[in-house]
């Protein structure tokens, strides 16, 4: 699976936009990127992933550049809760042999202050 | 839908004596996934099972670590001797098939064991 790249951690404020990103230089074809993110020693909570499309749901937006070179996470309206150490990922689409586990790297710690 | 389950949430041993770490999957999945993570770094993948079968234990220590997810019952992460190191998160993630590009892992919230 390809490696990425995260800034160890950010600010936001309260209320505003939150946009993570991530750097993916060596993504193959049949890679995802995938977020998710750990709040304090809680379990990992996925949050959304892409394979080329930009992707929105009810957490976030993933932007993925034409390239697919890299990604931004955009989390619209930041909240206190929001605040966790965030992961992007990529990994291979099914194949013989791909056993689906993710493999997580430092991730940004986002901290939201009000 | 009850989450994936994981007891016991806290586990204190003293040096020398064994761990179980219990996790029950979601309702339907039937492929688990170990995950360790030590005090103030990141999760480390340990092991991934299907229902009586391990497909990829490259993350496994090489001793004293062993998992297992029976036909019937929860799965199995057994630390045999335990020594102060092996004090950390373990966290069990599900997912209902093998998901190589889409769909996602579920986690539970965690057992932390602490060696005396």
């Known amino acids: 699976d390809a490696k990425t790249t995260q800034p160890p951690s950010m600010d936001c404020a309260e209320g505003r936009a939150a946009n993570l990103p991530c750097n993916h230089s060596t993504i193959s074809g049949n890679e995802y990127v995938y977020w998710y993110r750990q709040i304090h020693s809680q379990g990992p909570q996925y949050i959304i992933h892409g394979l080329k499309n930009n992707e929105t749901n009810e957490m976030a937006s993933l932007i993925i550049t034409e390239d697919r070179k890299s990604s931004t996470l955009i989390l619209p309206h930041a909240t206190l809760r929001d605040t966790a150490v965030y992961y992007c990922i990529v990994r291979v689409g099914p194949s013989a042999g791909n056993t689906g586990k993710l493999i997580f790297g430092q991730g940004t710690t986002l901290q939201v202050k009000p | 839908n009850a989450g994936v389950m994981q007891n016991p949430r806290h586990l204190v041993r003293r040096r020398g004596q064994e761990a179980r770490l219990r996790c029950s999957p979601m309702k339907g999945h039937s492929h688990v996934y170990w995950y360790r993570q030590l005090p103030e770094e990141g999760l480390k993948f340990m092991v991934y099972l299907q229902k009586e079968n391990i497909i990829d234990e490259s993350g496994m220590p090489k001793e004293r670590f062993s998992a297992e997810f029976p036909k019937e019952g929860p799965s199995i992460l057994r630390i045999q001797q335990v020594v102060r190191g092996d004090s950390a998160a373990y966290f069990c993630?599900?997912?209902?098939?093998?998901?190589?590009?889409?769909?996602?892992?579920?986690f539970g919230e965690g057992s932390r064991l602490t060696v005396l």
């Open positions: 993630a599900s997912s209902p098939v093998r998901t190589g590009g889409s769909g996602e892992l579920f």
